[in-house]
């Protein structure tokens, strides 16, 4: 390997750890005791160590979580997705009796977790959500 390789290699490294630290930290109530203990216990950070990052990690915590929102959405791509079509008295979304539906259930994937999104169209729906998905692939197309 090159030094341009094990950089970029290294720096990924870090990139995921960093990550994985912070969605960690997220997961804490956001009091400084919790968080210092966190460190101490799972990233053998000192006393004094634990101490100063808890106390910095809290002050830029809506900071971090806006960040980490942004990232993890980002980052996700479609797995896979199941469709069916079914009549239905009712359903958790809508209300009208005996209407056609399309269930949709799109898994997303991002590294971290897997996402099951279930969507509902009634054939209003359905068509306007083609005709906006074939929008952006003609726009995809032109770059």
């Known amino acids: 390997m090159d030094l341009v390789t094990d950089y970029d290699c290294e720096g990924i490294r870090l990139f995921k750890f960093m ?5 960690d930290l997220m997961a804490v109530d956001p009091d400084l005791l919790m968080v210092k203990e966190k460190l101490v216990q799972d990233y053998q950070c000192t006393e004094e160590k634990a101490q100063h990052l808890a106390g910095q990690f809290l002050v830029r915590r809506k900071d971090v979580q806006n960040y980490m929102s942004h990232l993890i959405l980002s980052e996700n791509r479609m797995g896979n997705f199941n469709w069916s079509i079914s009549l239905v008295m009712s359903s958790a979304h809508k209300a009208v009796l005996k209407e056609p539906l399309l269930h949709l ?3 997303l994937e991002n590294g971290y977790e897997d996402t ?11 068509c306007k959500f083609i005709e906006e998905v074939n929008q952006v692939k003609d726009k995809c197309l032109g770059y």
């Open 19 to 23: 990550k994985k630290t912070l969605k």
């Open 105 to 107: 259930q799109v898994n």
């Open 116 to 126: 099951r999104v279930l969507l509902e169209f009634n054939y209003q729906e359905l």
